[in-house]
């Protein structure tokens, strides 16, 4: 953050009136650079404190290890735009893992499995919709029933792990296309979550569908006065998420292995981490799908960093609690300062 | 009879009288109660001592949602308090001093109070979103809780502690009175004074009463605070009941629990108007319903499942839509367009 005010004073000096015009004018974006101002000095503390730690190696595994969750941050960041919130993700991954693995086990093709998979993940984001929107129940209680359920359904599917050994799925994870043995290396599943960003943020940006999603989180009252689809769209952007929870339920199997119907607990407060530190607004209708992945990138840093001190592995939870706690401050004091500028 | 289904609290304690038929028609050893040594034992009782943790942690939320918040780091807080008390006496040379227990179990409670306060600094001074404010300690207090037992479950011998979840006196289990004197406490400070009254009012419009001099700030505030206390205690009722701190285990999930039992109990979370005998009664209602499912033989692992199920029969029976879809179906098919207000 100091070295943010630093930038904006030293802008300020020069041209007080663009930067006057970029903080009203782009005021979403400041908590995203931000974001990339503390993944930044993440990395640039870690490198100068390991020595080792900006190696194609590690920052490679980066984007590998956090595949599931770039999926799922960008399916939340559709839900938290539109002002809602989704913690089924982590559960739904875990079932739509379970069921495909079990299917596979059956002896069903792949090219059956995985749309199987999508499909499951999108009934239940369309589930959590439909109670959302038809029946005004809070996002947060419909979605906490879409967790049990789809948690209880991991667990009939089956209570101990299922091991896959089915060629595709596991192609996802151990290719590795590189330039030269021990460069950077990127595996199919990156590959898919990158793509998802990238199909994430034009969706939002250059669709009506993106656009309306935007205006309702902004006021949904004037959404519907302006005519706009309210209803579809919001139903809309649970099936994003759930079919995001679907993907990555494909990605994390090809990830571990194997799937057992404990994956994935505490995944959707990781999620929701993500999005919030990527600079998106709780409230709705500010945010971007690019911030969730720097988000995503700066727990898997610090992921990373607190595995090569070689700490406890709770230390995670305590400095990703702690960010989120930083953010959603600085957060809280743009907003107060944009609502004081319009008065 | 009309009158009595409009009634509050009919649906909870109707839900709450089919869940004990059905157990007991099912195993009608279910409403026995046996007397050994002066001591009362039976299915109904081990109900009534196992859910004095939710019980607890359930009053609090109560409070909390009443001001139009939520509580996520209950469960969290349990596992610190448990982890603190049982540090203290695991350090201790002797374990079985009273006085020992009565530092231990008040340390805990302290530090789950500072723990409450802390998120209703968030809350009611910074003005951060209730769900994001105590998703930061959700997050990092099963961390902290790990730090302090170090990373292994700390287990004691101590029978003062033991006596505390496990104990009789008078022929009833003593965690039953912990949660009789929390609940009179609770009802009597909220209902013999205005303090309900102006937690209802600050959670129905918090600017209205502001502006009508309810100093709401202080309200939400101790909301909190009270909050923290009581799911400090729940959380050494439950490490007194296994006699062992475990900080993943502890409390986990119980904030959805809570959160469910309050909803059944027919308090909305859209704050205002809450109703503390309907906690209770949702309270029983959900440890009754996990007793069942255990005796039905439903592995636990499937029971969030069956929950889930619940979760969407009581918030679809709650949904002014579906309500309304009712009544105005009734009302057409005998007197037409008759205006009704419906709740």
């Not at chain 1, 239940?124 to 129940?137: S, T």
């Not at chain 1, 290719?175 to 950077?184: C, D, F, K, N």
């Not at chain 1, 943020?201 to 706009?228: C, D, K, N, P, W």
């Not at chain 2, 959380?235 to 469910?260: F, Q, R, V």
Request: proline content about 4%; charged content about 10%.
């Amino acid at each position: 953050m100091t070295g943010l005010t630093v930038a904006g004073e030293t802008r300020a000096a020069s041209a007080v009136g663009s930067v006057r015009r970029f903080t009203s004018r782009r005021v979403t974006w400041i908590p995203v650079l931000a974001a990339v101002t503390i993944l930044l000095l993440l990395l640039v503390g870690a490198q100068l404190y390991f020595g080792n730690f900006f190696t194609p190696r590690v920052l490679s595994s980066l984007l590998l290890d956090n595949a599931y969750l770039l999926i799922l941050a960008v399916g939340m960041t559709f839900v938290i735009l539109t002002g809602g919130i989704d913690l089924s993700v982590g559960a739904v991954m875990a079932f739509t893992g379970m069921l495909g693995a079990s299917l596979l086990r059956d002896g069903l093709p792949t090219a059956v499995v995985i749309p199987v998979m999508l499909a499951i993940g999108a009934g239940m984001g369309l589930a959590v919709g439909v109670l959302v929107h038809y029946f005004d129940v809070q996002p947060f209680i419909a979605s906490l029933a879409a967790m049990f359920a789809a948690r209880g359904l991991a667990f009939m599917v089956s209570l101990s792990s299922i091991k896959v050994e089915d060629p595709a799925i596991l192609w996802l994870q151990s290719t590795r296309l590189q330039v030269a043995p021990g460069s950077w290396y990127i595996t199919p599943t990156g590959i898919l979550a990158l793509l998802v960003v990238l199909v994430g943020a034009l969706v939002l940006h250059f669709t009506r569908f993106g656009r309306t999603i935007y205006a309702i989180g902004g006021s949904e009252q004037s959404a519907r006065l302006m005519g706009l689809p309210v209803v579809r769209t919001k139903i809309l952007a649970y099936v994003v998420s759930g079919v995001c929870a679907g993907l990555a339920g494909v990605v994390f199997t090809a990830y571990t292995g194997a799937s057992y119907p404990l994956n994935g607990i505490g995944t959707e407060l990781d999620t929701i981490a993500a999005v919030v530190i990527g600079g998106t607004l709780l409230t709705g209708g500010s945010g971007f799908v690019v911030g969730s992945m720097i988000g995503v990138f700066v727990y898997g840093t610090i992921k990373t960093v607190i595995s090569f001190l070689g700490a406890e592995q709770s230390w995670t939870r305590i400095s990703i609690g702690a960010l989120l706690l930083v953010f959603v401050v600085v957060q809280r004091i743009i907003v107060a300062r944009s609502a004081a500028q319009r008065r | 009879m009309r009158r009595l289904v409009r009634q509050r609290l009919f649906w909870p304690i109707a839900a709450l009288l089919t869940l004990i038929v059905v157990n007991t028609i099912a195993r009608p050893s279910f409403i026995s109660v046996t007397v050994r040594d002066g001591q009362l034992y039976g299915p109904l009782l081990d109900i009534l001592r196992n859910s004095a943790p939710l019980m607890l942690v359930a009053l609090g939320m109560t409070i909390v949602i009443a001001t139009r918040g939520i509580d996520l780091s209950v469960g969290a807080i349990m596992a610190v308090s448990g982890a603190v008390a049982l540090t203290i006496i695991a350090g201790s040379p002797s374990p079985d001093d009273l006085g020992t227990v009565l530092v231990a179990i008040l340390a805990g409670i302290a530090v789950a109070l500072v723990l409450g306060l802390w998120n209703g600094f968030l809350v009611a001074v910074v003005g951060i979103q209730p769900i994001i404010a105590t998703l930061v300690l959700m997050l990092a207090g099963r961390g902290v809780a790990l730090l302090i037992t170090g990373g292994f479950i700390t287990t004691i011998n101590s029978e003062p502690y033991r006596f505390l979840a496990q104990g009789y006196v008078f022929g009833l289990p003593l965690a039953l009175y912990v949660s009789l004197v929390a609940i009179a406490i609770v009802a009597v400070v909220e209902r013999r004074t205005a303090l309900g009254v102006l937690t209802e009012s600050v959670g129905i419009n918090p600017e209205a009463s502001r502006l009508a001099g309810v100093r709401s700030r202080g309200i939400v505030w101790g909301a909190y605070a009270a909050s923290g206390l009581l799911a400090g205690l729940a959380g050494i009722l439950y490490s007194s009941n296994i006699s062992a701190a475990d900080a993943n285990a502890a409390g986990l999930y119980i904030e959805l629990d809570a959160i469910l039992a309050v909803v059944l109990g027919g308090t909305s979370l859209m704050g205002g108007k809450f109703s503390i005998a309907g906690t209770v009664v949702g309270v029983f209602t959900i440890q009754t319903l996990k007793s069942t499912i255990t005796f039905l033989g439903v592995p636990p692992a499937v029971s969030p499942l069956f929950l889930a199920i619940i979760v969407v029969i009581v918030v679809l029976i709650q949904s002014p839509r579906l309500r309304g879809g009712i009544s105005r179906l009734a009302t057409s098919s005998r007197a037409p367009k008759t205006p009704e207000v419906v709740r």
